[in-house]
T-cell receptor, first 115, second 115 residues
Framework: EPEVTQTPSHQVTQMGQEVILRCVPI?????FYWYRQILGQKVEFLVS????????KSEIFDDQFSVERPDGSNFTLKIRSTKLEDSAMYFC?????????????FGPGTRLTVL | GNSVTQMEGPVTLSEEAFLTINCTYT??????LFWYVQYPGEGLQLLLK?????DKGSNKGFEATYRKETTSFHLEKGSVQVSDSAVYFC??????????????FGKGTKLTVNP
């Protein structure tokens, strides 16, 4: 069964360093998403992406964050200069179409630890 | 903005016990409602959904009914199994810009079922 994959499963970095989190969405899906969950808090929407551009982004998704789909299969989230408060579980999701009935398929997440 | 509140965990039950996990929502429009489940080491998986008032979503013995009058979507199962041990997330979809459909999640409720 097709699934969304994410690498790495755990990333440890020093404050101020750049990190790139990678996701491989399901191959025929067209909409891509990043969410994050800070320990003990809610899963929060970061950004959605369609047709090679950002569809929507949350207030969390500031200039330190960027997304791209560099090669038609990977979908990446870059954090340019990590802060302690960026420590969280980051989930990638994809869906074949959009709309209120549509299911988003999630990856297993990348745990980011910023020291 | 829209929000989801679900009962705090953890919840610990014996096998064959009845399960209820409460979920209430705040929304300005008519969102779709979802329950996602996360098994250890895996991504979020859609468990069930309901797209309009009085709809009942069901899957794997779990049920939830979209109650507009009480703005609730409580998850129930008549007889839980050890394999149901997981974290359960209530979520709603709200219309996104550019056709995307972001999800708004509750904090998650960890369920442990003992033999």
């Amino acid at each position: 069964e097709p699934e969304v994959t994410q690498t790495p499963s755990h990333q440890v970095t020093q404050m101020g360093q750049e990190v790139i989190l990678r996701c491989v969405p399901i191959s025929n899906h067209l909409y891509f998403y990043w969410y994050r969950q800070i320990l003990g808090q809610k899963v929060e929407f970061l950004v959605s992406f369609y047709n090679n551009e950002i569809s929507e982004k949350s207030e969390i998704f500031d200039d330190q964050f960027s997304v791209e789909r560099p090669d038609g299969s990977n979908f990446t989230l870059k954090i340019r200069s990590t802060k302690l408060e960026d420590s969280a579980m980051y989930f990638c999701a994809s869906s074949v179409v959009s709309g209120r009935y549509n299911e988003q398929f999630f990856g297993p997440g990348t745990r980011l630890t910023v020291l | 903005g829209n929000s989801v509140t679900q009962m705090e965990g953890p919840v610990t039950l014996s096998e064959e016990a009845f399960l209820t996990i409460n979920c209430t929502y705040t929304a300005t429009g008519y969102p779709s409602l979802f329950w996602y489940v996360q098994y250890p080491g895996e991504g979020l998986q859609l468990l069930l959904k309901a797209t309009k008032a009085d709809d009942k979503g069901s899957n794997k013995g779990f049920e939830a009914t979209y109650r507009k009058e009480t703005t609730s979507f409580h998850l129930e199962k008549g007889s839980v199994q050890v394999s149901d041990s997981a974290v359960y997330f209530c979520a709603l979809s709200e219309g996104g810009q550019g056709g995307s459909e972001k999800l708004v999640f509750g904090k998650g409720t960890k369920l442990t079922v003992n033999p």
